[in-house]
């Protein structure tokens, strides 16, 4: 049985590795924005206090806000990011309910690097509560944060157990081998 330790650098791994294959090309597909938004969820949960055995979204937002957005150049917030969350996860849309009420913009990806101002002034002209975003910078920037978090868990003893406790109930439940 893997430890926490290596139960969370597995869980890292494949995730890193599942996104870089389905944005190879950084085009945005949803296929690939389900995936992000599932990682981003699953490893901000694990963040969450001991106590608590489902995520919030204060815990989300905490995680994209310290990690992700951090030193990022992304535009968007953490409230547009979980906005964005929820549309794909819930109604596989570029919407949610929260971007609908005002409460967030909804993102727009774009598939190159270049061009992102531009197309985000068109969309201000046009009064769309929208942020462009690269889907280059916009995965960079989670992998930038899973690294920052990593780092964070070798000084922070507190945020490494409750990491690793839920890595653990993680790790105890699944069975990685096959049975007859």
């Known amino acids: 049985m893997l430890t926490p330790e290596e139960t969370y650098a597995a869980l890292v791994f ?8 389905v944005f190879a090309k950084d085009t945005p597909n ?26 919030t979204r204060p815990v989300f937002k905490n995680w994209v806000t310290t990690y992700m957005l951090s030193d990022s150049g992304l535009k968007c917030s ?26 967030a913009k909804q993102i727009s990806y774009l598939n190159k690097q270049s061009g992102v101002d531009r197309l ?36 922070d003893a507190e945020l490494r157990a409750r990491v690793f406790h839920h890595v653990g109930s993680v790790a105890a439940q699944i069975s990685f081998s096959f049975r007859d």
């Open 14 to 21: 494949e995730l890193v590795e599942a996104l870089k294959k």
């Open 78 to 103: 953490a409230a547009d990011i979980y906005a964005a969350r929820c549309g794909i996860l819930h109604t596989l849309s570029l919407s949610s309910q929260l971007s609908r009420d005002g409460h």
């Open 120 to 155: 985000q002034k068109i969309c201000d002209s046009k009064g769309h509560n929208v942020v462009v975003v690269s889907i280059y910078n916009y995965t960079h920037a989670f992998y930038n944060g899973i690294l920052r978090f990593t780092e964070n868990l070798k000084t």
């Open 30 to 55: 949803f296929p690939g924005l389900v995936l992000l938004y599932a990682s981003i969820d699953i490893i901000s949960s694990l963040s969450r206090p001991i106590n608590l055995e489902d995520t």
